[in-house]
T-cell receptor, first 113, second 113 residues
Framework: AQSVTQPDIHITVSEGASLELRCNYSYGATPYLFWYVQSPGQGLQLLLKYFSGDTLVQGIKGFEAEFKRSQSSFNLRKPSVHWSDAAEYFCAGYNTGFQKLVFGTGTRLLVSP | DAMVIQNPRYQVTQFGKPVTLSCSQTLNHNVMYWYQQKSSQAPKLLFHYYDKDFNNEADTPDNFQSRRPNTSFCFLDIRSPGLGDAAMYLC????????????FGPGTRLTVL
């Protein structure tokens, strides 16, 4: 079955440090992958998406993600984290069979001073 | 700006008292979704509309109903809210054929007393 896994429930990063949030997918064909961010009490905002082509994808707010088919991964990165990046991050994949998004369980990012 | 709007942002109801949540969109997307999100969990799809075609998830309780009177509006009706229905309810839209890139509203936080 198609699935998305985020192995880290919580991550704490110092402000100014680099960030990498992990996402692994299980899909048969080319997956369509997304990263969303959710601030407390808010809806989900799309950070970036991968459909095909260049495996390094640039998003908003200085985020990027790299699609690695050999590792079945789509990790989110940011070179320097700001306190305002503290939020919940969801990786999601499009299940073409069921025609709906499959979400990972989310990673909560905490930013320490 | 084109967007997804949800009203109200906060809704308090009593146990068993029907409640309706509203979603509207100016994106002219033909697909609309309702998700339920409980604390520290990923969004859970309740149902979605492709144009006027209603698609219910198999595990969505009968207590939850939806209406889509036109392209722009979609409603979530909870006929007899229980304490377990307290959650954030998210509306999202997408354009069919765009690999399910979904745009989310800010959510309605439902409290059941």
């Amino acid at each position: 079955a198609q699935s998305v896994t985020q192995p880290d429930i919580h991550i704490t990063v110092s402000e100014g440090a680099s960030l990498e949030l992990r996402c692994n997918y299980s899909y048969g064909a080319t997956p369509y992958l997304f990263w969303y961010v959710q601030s407390p009490g808010q809806g989900l905002q799309l950070l970036l998406k991968y459909f095909s082509g260049d495996t390094l994808v640039q998003g908003i707010k200085g985020f990027e993600a790299e699609f690695k088919r050999s590792q079945s991964s789509f990790n989110l990165r940011k070179p320097s984290v700001h306190w305002s990046d503290a939020a919940e991050y969801f990786c999601a994949g499009y299940n073409t069979g069921f025609q709906k998004l499959v979400f990972g369980t989310g990673t909560r990012l905490l930013v320490s001073p | 700006d084109a967007m997804v709007i949800q009203n109200p942002r906060y809704q308090v109801t009593q146990f068993g008292k029907p409640v309706t949540l509203s979603c509207s969109q100016t994106l002219n997307h033909n697909v609309m979704y309702w998700y339920q999100q409980k604390s520290s969990q990923a969004p859970k799809l309740l149902f979605h509309y492709y144009d006027k075609d209603f698609n219910n998830e198999a595990d969505t309780p009968d207590n939850f109903q939806s209406r889509r009177p036109n392209t722009s509006f979609c409603f979530l009706d909870i006929r007899s809210p229980g304490l377990g229905d307290a959650a954030m309810y998210l509306c999202a839209t997408s354009r069919q054929g765009t690999y399910n890139e979904q745009f989310f509203g800010p959510g309605t936080r439902l409290t059941v007393l």
